[in-house]
């Protein structure tokens, strides 16, 4: 089987996209990030979707965001949003983390090379999202170029490792069918930034996954404070 690193937060969009990865018939290997955030919890989600997969190996590296901060999901100082439709994809909100996707883009590639995987799967959207810079497909397209002149594979084994976006232009209504479609496990998802055991139901994450289900016609399985 060919493998395949996959960036795993435990939220929705990146427990599809491993659901994808699979679909493909590729051998998994999850990543995942303790960067310090607030919403930690999110990391027993990704343990639970690893499990669910019954992956060989889910590696969780730890790096501390927070001694950088400037956003409300590293820095306790700063409170997070509730969530606002209104604001447009050009406007950069508050939860940014700065450099949060290339950073961990560089782990996967280097995580990649070392397990002799071909693919990087990462669950990026640029339809339904937060105005995030770092989830474009210019960035990733970037990202690329510059991945295939600084690893080995890239090279001198002239085999470059692939970025692959599979939820690149989907809306979050899209991801939550295709996520059902394949049977991913969404009960184990946590997509909230404020880090409750249930969702808050009113930051700009919960209320895209909210909308996206709603329009879906799929019930979220997780539990909300406030719907």
Do not use: W
Request: glycine share 8%.
């Amino acid at each position: 089987m060919e493998k395949a690193v996959v960036l795993l937060s435990g939220g929705l969009d990146s427990t599809v996209c491993m659901a994808v990865a699979r679909s493909k018939g590729l051998e998994v290997y999850p990543i995942s990030f303790n960067y310090h955030q607030r919403h930690s919890i999110e990391l027993e989600s990704a343990k639970k979707v690893a499990e669910f997969y019954n992956v060989k190996k889910h590696l969780i590296i730890e790096t501390n965001m927070e001694a950088i901060g400037g956003s409300a999901l590293t820095d306790d100082k700063i409170a997070v949003p509730d969530g606002d439709f209104a604001h447009g994809t050009e406007d950069i909100p508050i939860t940014y983390v700065p450099a949060r996707n290339l950073i961990f883009l560089s782990y996967a590639m280097g995580y990649a090379e070392v397990i002799g995987a071909n693919q990087v799967f990462i669950g990026v959207n640029a339809v339904d999202y937060s105005g995030y810079p770092d989830c474009r497909p210019e960035f990733i397209a970037s990202f690329q170029k510059t991945a295939n002149l600084a690893t080995k594979a890239g090279t001198a084994d002239a085999h470059p490792i692939s970025i692959a976006t599979p939820l690149q232009n989907l809306s979050k209504k899209e991801i939550v069918q295709l996520g059902s479609q394949l049977g991913a496990p969404l009960q184990f998802t946590h997509s909230c930034y404020k880090g409750g055991v249930k969702a808050c139901g009113v930051c700009d994450s919960c209320k895209l996954r909210l909308r996206g289900f709603a329009e879906a016609g799929v019930v979220d399985p997780v539990e909300y404070e406030n719907m």
